[in-house]
């Protein structure tokens, strides 16, 4: 994958998240009539939850440009001046990413069981989800440990330094949503929760996971070929 097709593929997650939230909020799974009433269908505001996703959204993936456009430019220095050494990434990295796929899949079916409002399946499939991303934590750490303990391993290999500082950063945005999740998984154990806001944080959540699944093929596609 070159840099192009890293830009390319984050531009158009970006897009795409922009789509479907557009198509969401035209498409609504609630709407809230005069009465304060929920109803499947119809067109709802949008809310400041949207927003705030919507917002943040757009400055990760500003974020992530950033460093995609540091990475390119250390990584030709480096290779100008000796010192980038590219290095085999960890095996356990793949598993890493049929993991999070996985749980990406399964947030998606927890969004579909908020739609119908299946709130026992619903907290099901939220927990697996969760679950799996805190295995693919886990295995983020092993792949740490690997790096650290070869013979690649060098503060002076800028090449390692980025693998670490990418792998951090998107690991850090996880651990933010894994916090958003828990606190989502606390309320689906109390019944007086409204089922309503229960199933629009869960929406906002696949939406979340989904973004970083992506984010998460361009960066391992952009090691895997510098």
């Not at 400055?59 to 540091?70: D, G, I, N, Q, R």
């Not at 689906?188 to 906002?204: C, G, H, N, R, T």
């Amino acid at each position: 994958m070159t840099l192009g097709a890293a830009y390319g593929a984050l531009s158009a997650g970006a897009l795409l998240w922009a789509f479907l939230v557009s198509r969401l909020r035209a498409k609504s799974w609630e709407t809230k009539s005069a009465t304060g009433a929920v109803h499947e269908g119809g067109d709802t505001t949008l809310t400041p939850n949207w927003i705030g996703l919507v917002t943040f959204l757009g400055v990760v993936t500003s974020l992530f440009a950033l460093f995609l456009t540091a990475y390119h430019m250390r990584m030709m220095d480096g290779m100008e001046h000796g010192d980038w050494v590219h290095f085999p990434v960890p095996r356990i990295l793949w598993v890493n990413t049929g993991v999070l796929m996985l749980g990406s899949i399964a947030m998606q079916w927890a969004r579909a069981a908020a739609i119908r409002d299946a709130r026992e399946a619903m907290r099901t499939r939220l927990i697996v989800g969760g679950v799996l991303t805190g295995a693919f934590l886990l295995g983020q750490l092993i792949a740490w440990s690997e790096v650290r303990t070869s013979s690649y391993f060098t503060p002076a290999n800028p090449a390692v330094a980025f693998f670490y500082l990418l792998t951090a950063v998107h690991g850090l945005h996880l651990v933010g949503g894994l916090a958003v999740w828990a606190r989502t998984v606390k309320k689906l154990f109390v019944p007086a929760a409204k089922a309503a806001d229960v199933s629009q944080i869960v929406v906002l959540c696949t939406i979340y996971w989904h973004y970083l699944l992506l984010v998460w093929l361009v960066l391992f596609g952009l090691m895997l070929s510098t």
